[in-house]
């Protein structure tokens, strides 16, 4: 947990979502994503699947999990010197989050006994917006599952009214700060693409597990960087179980951070994977533009990122008037252009989404950088016997229905 924290907002349902019939789809000619993503599993089975417990489990069965350690207040105000506002690093509609160091007398996960470990403290305000339910989420989520890609909690505290959760201490903070803080240092095309190929890995790795698990809050903020800007999702609060058996959807109150929430669900409260694909667009379109998803200081289409941006994505030749500028045009012009295109691809209408494996699968190959003058100046693709990589100017389709289809012999 690093030192970036935003308030999610309670979405208005009534609001008039932009309709999915006026969605831009990608031309048939342009470029579609077709490789597949086989990720390393990471978790406690031996498939390369999270094994999650039955559900619903109660309380007790989430707080007694062997992975996490109970911390008592005195344990935590220790940790903090007592809350002392020189170690706040974030703050958010749920509360504050302090850093702190834990000394440990037992062995937990990664930590040594009698080490000396540095660790974010995330203390709920009584009256904030994220109550006991979604506190109670996030342990549920992050007590099971171990992923490089997701934020590792620790432990947690329940004492009286005092609901606070420890996580390991993320040193760079958060995407959103580096993205668009001014007084942040720019960050260059490979690392944006390192992140984003991070979080692809946390998402797909979310949404192919056994018991299929939806973010529902994926944005810049709650994507954390360790020391070497490896990518990691934070805050669980309102992740929620995926559809099981014949059902295509879950339906339930529509929260969310406004400008990443998928136009569907807005309208119509139906939760499926593919929500959590439209926000991973929307955070690519952040990475591409230096711009937020919502803009209050701009007015117009501007106001609205992928409004904005969409009819950009698909026109190689116009692409660059939405590049960051703070990029000084150091970047491939082939890899930015695939990465719109898998960004435009992301917020389509729903059913024309890819789903993450594939869109993991694309970042991967991306072709490599070298690091020069020229923004047009990149290594070839690296070329993998098992599956072949496809150049931006390919013309193959997009997988619309993701049924395998028979090879002809």
């Not at 136009?263 to 990475?287: K, Q």
Request: charged share 25%.
């Amino acid at each position: 947990m690093g030192n970036c924290c935003r308030s999610r907002c309670k979405i208005d349902g009534t609001l008039k979502p932009q309709p999915c019939s006026d969605v831009i789809e990608v031309p048939s000619g342009s470029t579609h994503l077709l490789v597949h993503s086989n990720p390393n599993g990471y978790g406690y089975s031996d498939e390369g699947k999270p094994e999650i417990l039955p559900t619903p489990r109660s309380e007790w069965d989430i707080l007694s999990s062997p992975h996490l350690k109970p911390f008592t207040l005195h344990d935590l105000k220790k940790a903090t010197r007592n809350f002392q506002p020189h170690n706040l690093i974030g703050e958010g509609g749920f509360g504050y989050v302090y850093k702190g160091v834990i000394n440990d007398s037992k062995s937990f996960g990664d930590t040594i006994a009698g080490s000396r470990t540095d660790v974010a403290v995330k203390k709920l305000k009584p009256e904030g917006f994220q109550g006991h339910k979604e506190w109670l989420s996030e342990v549920n989520y992050l007590g099971q599952l171990h992923h490089p890609n997701l934020v590792k909690l620790i432990g947690y505290c329940l004492e009286g009214d005092n609901r606070l959760l420890v996580y390991e201490y993320m040193p760079n903070g958060c995407l959103e700060d580096h993205i668009f803080r001014k007084s942040a240092q720019t960050l260059p095309w490979a690392t944006r693409i390192k992140i984003a190929t991070g979080a692809a890995r946390g998402l797909s790795f979310l949404h192919d597990s056994k018991q299929q698990i939806i973010y529902r809050d994926f944005k810049a903020s709650n994507i954390l960087l360790d020391s070497e800007f490896n990518a990691k999702l934070s805050d669980f609060g309102l992740a929620k179980a995926g559809p099981t058996g014949d059902h295509s959807h879950v339906s339930t109150q529509v929260l969310g951070t406004r400008g990443y929430a998928a136009p569907e669900y807005i309208a119509t409260g139906r939760l499926t994977s593919r929500c959590d694909v439209y926000s991973f667009g929307v955070m690519l379109l952040e990475l591409l533009s230096g711009r937020h998803a919502i803009d209050n200081t701009k007015s117009g289409v501007e106001h609205n990122l992928v409004e904005w941006a969409r009819p950009y994505l698909g026109d190689r030749r116009k692409l660059f008037r939405i590049m960051d500028t703070k990029l000084e045009g150091q970047y491939p012009q082939r890899a930015a252009y695939t990465v719109a295109i898998i960004a435009l691809q992301c917020i389509s209408e729903a059913k024309s989404r890819p789903q993450m494996s594939e869109v993991l699968a694309a970042l991967e190959h991306l072709p490599a950088i070298r690091h020069s003058s020229s923004p047009s100046r990149e290594d070839k693709p690296k070329q993998n016997p098992k599956r072949e990589v496809l150049s931006p100017a390919a013309n193959f389709p997009l997988r619309h229905n993701h049924a395998q289809q028979k090879p002809e012999l």
